[in-house]
Structure formats: structure tokens, C-alpha cells
């Protein structure tokens, strides 16, 4: 009969910064880490765990995370919001003006997949060849927003809306480092499609209070499955839900309708090709950039036992165990 190992007890440490969580990594006071993406070129060669680790014995374990890191538009923004074609061509020329495969590699570390629709690939309904994702394409983006009368009428090197009414687009983000990096970005892609930018930059308890009761012009943020099913992404922009989740201020007859229809349907073909309409109309109208989907990697040493990172599971600690012999053993060893 095997037997859950059953440790005295479990001891979790919160580290803010990156490096001094890596370091007690390293000298062995934690068992465990996910690793930070700024420490991930300390830790790997791009995705490959570096040697000097793989000597020590220390286990690398990644996973795509049932994850969707998105930047959305306020639907009822006066600026970026409205169902007008003018607008939807606004947003639409911002998001294929972003430069998204840059943030990719600067500010996700290389660690992410480009989302292509609501639901990532770990979830039910996720429709496997489906890329409704706008491509980075700045001379694209020009020409939309010249079609559609967003023109610099005083010289300064911005444009205006339509009838040469003032146009400034909003970025919100936290004040942190990874924010601050991804707000360069912002600015040099909306500069090079002539597009004035500012950003509004508040610690995040006050963007999350700000952005649920629709404060906010743009910002993003992450949302994560507990479990494998889909529901929860396209939920994100059903009108029930403003001032909820539905951060976008979204409301639309069909998509609501489709939506319920979804719930009321088995997970198989039928709710999948439900779920994929309902990113055509998200893609459609520009609400949000899709993003991207996260990986998680793990370090760990060779005495933690049984450990296996799950997609869905944060909290494994009845299976897995400490073998303090060979701890011992290692530490002394260094």
C-alpha cells in the first residue's frame, strides 16, 4: 500500500524581489521557486535549464499556464470606445501598431505564446488553427487611420480624430519596473503610427477599483483558470458583468445571446464553434488584443520529492515530501 507523505509542515516565503528570491534558491534556503521572467537569463538558456544546474542535480519543469495576458479598450470611452467604424478602426490601428512581438521578448522573456482568440490552448473550447490576432503591421495601421480621417491637422507630428478634434490615447499601468518597460514600448510603437500617447500610472489596488467600475481608457491584466473549462474567458466581456469583470464596458445583444447559448451546450464541437464566434465578434469590434499565454517555470531541488507543477493545482503539498538525508548530503557538499 503506498502511503501520502505527510511533512510537519509547510513554509512559504514571500520574497518580493526577484534576486534575493533566486539567491535563497541557490544557497538552498528554498526547495523550490517559479522562477521571476527578469532572472529567467540567469537561470536558462532559453529554455534549456543551464548546466551549471542540471549538475547540481536541480529539476526544471515548464507549463503553459491557463493563462490570458490581455490590453483592452474601454468601450465607453469617448476617445477609444463606441461601436462607430471610426473608431473601431482607431483601435484596431492601435493594436496592429503595438509592437507585441517585442513586449514578447523584453518584457515576458521570450515566456509567452501570441493568444490567437479568448481561450488559451490549455482550456475546452480553445479552437486549435484559429488566428483572429491582429499582426504587427505599422504601415498597416497608417493607412487605416488615413482612411478613416485621423490626419495631423496643426503639424505637430500627431494626429487628430476625424474633423481634426483633439486625439490622446491613455495607457494605464502600475508604477513598477515591468509596467515602466512595457510604457516604452506603448510610446515608441503609437509615436511611429503618429499617435500621441499618455500614461496614467497608479499602484494596482487603485487601476484594478478604477478599471472594474470603468475609469479607465486602456489598460491589461491577466486572467487565470482554475480549471480546464473555457466559460470564463469570453464571460470576461458579457454585459451582466461591467462593473464585475467585464473591465471593457462591452455590451452586445449577440454576444450575450451566444454566450448563454454556450452555457446551455456540452463541451464538444458545437460549444467550440459557439466559443470561436465569440472571438470573432471580440476580434471584430477591437475590444482587446487577445495577448498573450504565459509559461511557468520551476526550479527545484533534488531532495523535494514527488513534485510535479500542474496546470490548474497550487497546492500539491500532500504529495510531495523531503528527503533530509540527502539535503544534508548536498548542502555540505557546496
Not at 529554455?47 to 507549463?63: D, M
Not at 481634426?164 to 512595457?182: G, I
Request: proline residues 7%; positive net charge; hydrophobic residues 35%.
Amino acid at each position: 500500500t503506498l502511503k501520502v507523505p505527510q511533512l510537519d509542515r509547510v513554509e512559504v516565503q514571500i520574497l518580493e524581489e526577484s534576486l534575493p528570491r533566486m539567491l535563497a534558491f541557490q544557497s538552498g534556503e528554498l526547495d523550490k521557486v517559479d522562477v521571476p521572467r527578469d532572472m529567467h537569463g540567469r537561470m536558462f538558456d532559453g529554455v534549456t535549464l543551464k548546466s551549471e544546474y542540471t549538475a547540481r542535480g536541480i529539476r526544471h519543469q515548464r507549463l503553459l499556464e491557463p493563462a490570458l495576458a490581455f490590453q483592452y479598450f474601454n468601450m465607453s470611452d469617448p476617445v477609444v470606445g463606441g461601436m462607430a467604424l471610426e473608431k473601431i478602426a482607431l483601435r484596431r490601428a492601435i493594436l496592429l501598431g503595438y509592437n507585441s512581438p517585442r513586449e514578447r521578448e523584453s518584457v515576458f522573456k521570450g515566456q509567452a505564446e501570441f493568444a490567437t482568440q479568448l481561450l488559451p490552448p490549455t482550456q475546452n473550447g480553445h479552437q486549435k488553427g484559429l488566428n483572429l490576432r491582429p499582426p504587427y503591421d505599422p504601415p498597416l495601421a497608417r493607412a487605416l487611420l488615413d482612411r478613416f480621417g485621423y490626419k495631423d491637422c496643426d503639424g505637430d507630428g500627431y494626429r487628430e480624430a476625424p474633423g481634426c478634434k483633439p486625439l490622446v490615447f491613455t495607457r494605464s499601468n502600475p508604477t513598477d519596473s515591468r509596467s515602466r518597460e512595457q510604457d516604452e514600448i506603448w510610446k515608441q510603437s503609437m509615436d511611429a503610427i503618429g499617435i500621441k500617447v499618455q500614461f496614467f500610472n497608479q499602484k494596482w489596488p487603485d487601476l484594478i477599483e478604477m478599471s472594474r467600475t470603468g475609469k479607465l481608457q486602456s489598460w491589461g491584466w491577466s486572467w487565470i483558470s482554475s480549471g480546464p473549462g473555457g466559460s470564463g474567458y469570453p464571460s470576461l466581456l458579457v454585459s451582466r458583468n461591467i462593473n464585475a469583470i467585464n473591465d471593457m464596458q462591452f455590451k452586445d445583444a449577440e454576444y450575450d445571446r451566444l454566450y448563454d447559448l454556450s452555457e446551455a451546450t456540452p463541451i464538444g464541437p458545437r460549444r467550440t464553434a459557439i466559443y470561436e464566434a465569440l472571438s470573432r465578434i471580440a476580434a471584430a469590434y477591437s475590444v482587446l488584443d487577445f495577448g498573450f499565454h504565459t509559461y511557468a517555470n520551476d526550479v527545484s531541488h533534488p531532495w523535494l520529492k514527488n513534485y510535479a507543477r500542474h496546470p490548474f493545482w497550487r497546492t500539491p503539498w500532500k504529495y510531495v515530501d523531503i528527503d533530509v538525508a540527502e539535503r544534508e548530503r548536498l548542502r555540505k557538499q557546496r
